[in-house]
């Protein structure tokens, strides 16, 4: 058996319709996630993210490479690795006349979990993702964000090895994203294997244990969120809203960005001094703070995440 | 770190019966759904009576044929729905549970639920049209191929859609061209002759000439009892086969 959790090499897909141009979704992606670990893998939409998380969890077939689930071959034997994995689905809903805590259940009773263990876990779950109050509600009574909810607690719940997330956390509001990151981290503690995509790049930092930042279906960087946000040549960002205009001015300063009109400056604390002293001089507002990992992603792809390919 | 045992893979209609009852309790909350479910039977019914009341054991029997294919048929609207809105296929099997445990589990889950007024109506065609025992058990399992054939024909078809609003218009279609036009809630023989070949080769119909044929409403050559019985039994096992076969299938996209 593999000694990784999830292992590509050189995976491609491209997509082929009549009358459609033909799409290069992944152009060769090799990635390794390791038991235990919670991997994020970011790009901005149309990246490839999806269609990689579909392949992984046996609802898409490559167009070439491999890529294995704990030493399964997902392409050849797809209903081997199934009982390893479980998913949230992007953009899924819960049934909608099924209350969170009979979803919950329904989900686990059908991937064969005895009733005991299944509603143990379904209590758990439903606990854990702040549904005690409406756990009786059917869904189609519930908000969007407790919806999403109910979809992280269904999959949660499995404590499947393997676990894939794309977007788990979109609709939901600040607490209950954190609810979310707790439960995530409490899975790998038990031996769980997360690999989860987000636009959220704070969720990303918080969260993982390691990255791949994806574009136009291939790997651009992978690493811890710290390597990646050292990688951009210092460790503090200047804001400068209407510094655009002037930006071969801090050029030999470090990395620089004009995004409209503000101008951002990537510089090491040792240049700060003199750098705020040449904003101060031509008269500009400038604020500091650390490097993040929205900054480290928009030097790497060029873009920000939020921008469609 | 948990190291997973060498896994032994999902079992052929693993998860059926757990699926049954997930469906059954969707199917169970949607109250409204229920409450509609007999008002195009019930309403030819009403036709039936008021035109030619000697008719109506006929069409009580018709009215069971005709409702195990509109339950049978539910799972075209049932699949493609929970597949294109709430995309939770994916989540159901990207897991251990088999596709044609999915697929048999949410036919059977439907059926659970929406069994009892045609049961009701069943009652009422034993009475009124003073069916033996082996008539009885006849319209039982005529009616179960018919289900069958529909919930298997609706599974395959709801694969093809990508938008729910056009399953509606293809699902009317369906329920008129095979359940209300062919003698179906009315005998065979006021159906123009030239076309009984093709209402004794579609499934309600076949069925309705076969009962209609063992009350003694409607004669049937033997060459026409075969074309139904044998036509109605080989399209259901097919059918039943290819979707069985289309759900294992379409687990996966190209």
């Known amino acids: 058996m593999s000694g990784e959790a999830l292992r590509s090499v050189n995976l491609r897909k491209v997509y082929t319709s009549r009358g459609a141009p033909r799409v290069e979704a992944l152009a060769g992606v090799s990635m390794e996630v390791r038991p235990g670990e919670r991997v994020a893998l970011l790009g901005r939409n149309g990246a490839g993210k999806t269609t990689f998380l579909k392949i992984a969890s046996t609802l898409l077939r490559p167009t070439s490479g491999s890529i294995e689930v704990f030493g399964v071959d997902v392409d050849a034997t797809p209903e081997r690795a199934r009982p390893y994995i479980a998913v949230v689905p992007q953009e899924g809903k819960p049934f909608f006349h099924l209350s969170p805590r009979e979803q919950v259940y329904t989900y686990l009773r059908a991937r064969g979990l005895s009733r005991e263990t299944a509603k143990a876990r379904t209590e758990e779950a439903i606990e854990r993702m702040g549904l005690r109050e409406v756990a009786d509600r059917l869904s189609i009574t519930l908000s969007g964000g407790q919806r999403q909810r109910t979809m992280v607690a269904t999959v949660i719940a499995t404590e499947a090895p393997l676990l894939f997330l794309d977007e788990p956390t979109i609709g939901m509001d600040p607490f209950a994203r954190r609810d979310v990151w707790a439960s995530l981290r409490a899975l790998t503690q038990k031996g769980s294997t997360i690999l989860l995509t987000t636009h959220y790049l704070d969720e990303a930092d918080a969260l993982s244990h390691r990255l791949y930042i994806v574009e136009r279906g291939q790997v651009l960087v992978s690493g811890t969120a710290e390597d990646l946000k050292r990688s951009v040549g210092g460790t503090l960002k200047v804001s400068m809203p209407n510094g655009a205009l002037q930006i071969d001015a801090f050029r030999s300063f470090g990395s620089c960005v004009a995004d409209g009109s503000h101008l951002s400056v990537i510089v090491a604390p040792e240049r700060l001094a003199e750098l705020m002293d040449l904003a101060i001089r031509r008269h500009l507002t400038a604020t500091v703070g650390p490097v993040t990992l929205e900054e480290a992603f928009l030097r790497v792809v060029g873009r920000s995440i939020d921008e469609d390919t | ?254």
């Not at chain 2, 949607?30 to 069409?59: D, R």
């Not at chain 2, 609207?77 to 949410?106: C, Q, W």
């Not at chain 2, 179906?184 to 093709?198: D, E, K, N, R, S």
């Open chain 2, 1 to 254: 770190m948990r190291t997973p045992s060498v896994p032994t893979g999902a079992r052929s209609f693993q998860g059926l019966a757990a699926f049954f009852w997930t469906e059954a309790l969707v199917q169970l909350h949607e109250e409204l759904a229920m409450a509609t479910s007999m008002v195009v039977q019930v309403v030819l019914l009403v036709f039936v009576w008021i035109l030619n009341p000697a008719l109506i054991g006929v069409a009580l029997i018709g009215s069971v044929v005709f409702s195990a294919f509109a339950l049978g048929q539910r799972v075209l609207n049932e699949a493609a729905y929970v597949r294109i809105d709430h995309k939770a296929t994916d989540l159901y099997l990207a897991g251990p549970l088999s596709p044609e445990g999915y697929f048999l589990g949410m036919a059977g889950g439907i059926l659970l639920i929406y069994i009892t007024p045609v049961a009701i109506l069943g009652a009422l065609a034993v009475v009124v049209a003073h069916l033996s025992l082996a008539t009885g058990l006849l319209l039982l399992g005529l009616s179960g191929l018919v289900w069958m054939f529909a919930a298997s024909i609706g599974y395959v078809f709801s694969t093809f859609f990508r938008d729910n609003r056009a399953i509606w218009a293809y699902s009317s279609l369906f329920f008129n061209v095979f359940g209300v036009l062919p003698p179906v809630f009315y005998p065979l023989g006021l159906f123009p002759q030239a076309l009984h070949p093709i209402v004794l080769l579609m499934p309600p119909s076949a069925a309705a000439a076969i009962l209609q044929s063992a009350i003694g409403v409607t004669h049937l050559a033997p060459g026409e009892f075969s074309l139904a019985l044998l036509g109605l039994v080989t399209e259901t096992v097919c059918v039943l086969a290819l979707a069985i076969y289309w759900a294992r299938r379409t687990v996966r996209s190209k």
